[in-house]
T-cell receptor
Framework: QQPVQSPQAVILREGEDAVINCSSS?????VHWYRQKHGEAPVFLMI?????EQKGHEKISASFNEKKQQSSLYLTASQLSYSGTYFC??????????FGQGTTLQVKP | NAGVTQTPKFQVLKTGQSMTLQCAQD?????MYWYRQDPGMGLRLIYYSASEGTTDKGEVPNGYNVSRLNKREFSLRLESAAPSQTSVYFC????WGQGATIYFGEGSWLTVV
């Protein structure tokens, strides 16, 4: 089942912070975060694993609440280059990665 | 470093025609995926292959077939293209496991008229 992301869209000024949320109705083993720029392929940002291990981007952080089956992506002091669509994906026990519907982030000067 | 390579990059088909999208990865990954992305929408899984010789349906498999030819290659076939299959198709690959990063190809833009 597809994870649900919120909000659907965010508009920020440079330097502002944003939080993108991802929730699932199924138990989560891991949460993957990707960013996609228009006309390009998704690019890996971060993986959060059950048990707390985090792998990924040095300027973007995330949390993973296994009990609530939720993850949040934190973008602090946003830059113009952060603009794009952010997707969370959840990996089920058969190895399939299912993505949420995406959150569009626009950072303005 | 080629990574995940998809061909063709652009294709226009007439309704009812067939075609195969090719995907190859050079990272020795076990798992491979095919996704489609409609304009302004998210990525939807069409088919998944956990290893050579195995395939599994994803969220939207109808109208598609796949072949995991060997460990490197995973092809997607449209037997009778329909306008509803107009989309961008992404192939991806990864190691097996919850902590494995998934790498995407550059995408194939398909228009069915």
């Amino acid at each position: 089942q597809q994870p649900v992301q919120s909000p659907q869209a965010v508009i920020l000024r440079e330097g502002e912070d944003a939080v993108i949320n991802c929730s699932s109705s199924k138990a989560l083993y891991s949460v993957h975060w990707y960013r996609q720029k228009h006309g390009e392929a998704p690019v890996f940002l971060m993986i959060l694993l059950k048990g707390g291990e985090q792998k990924g981007h040095e300027k973007i952080s995330a949390s993973f609440n296994e009990k609530k089956q939720q993850s949040s992506l934190y973008l602090t002091a946003s830059q113009l280059s952060y603009s794009g669509t952010y997707f969370c994906g959840t990996l089920d026990d058969t190895g399939k990665l299912i993505f949420g519907q995406g959150t569009t982030l626009q950072v303005k000067p | 470093n080629a990574g995940v390579t998809q061909t063709p990059k652009f294709q226009v088909l007439k309704t009812g025609q067939s075609m195969t999208l090719q995907c190859a990865q050079d990272m020795n990954h076990n798992s491979m995926y095919w996704y489609r992305q409609d304009p302004g929408m998210g990525l939807r899984l069409i088919y998944y292959s956990a290893s050579e010789g195995t395939t599994d349906k994803g969220e939207v498999p109808n109208g598609y077939n796949v072949s995991r030819l060997n460990k490197r290659e995973f092809s997607l076939r449209l037997e009778s293209a329909a306008p509803s299959q107009t989309s961008v198709y992404f192939c991806a690959s990864s190691e097996w496991g919850q902590g494995a990063t998934i790498y995407f190809g550059e995408g194939s833009w398909l228009t069915v008229v």
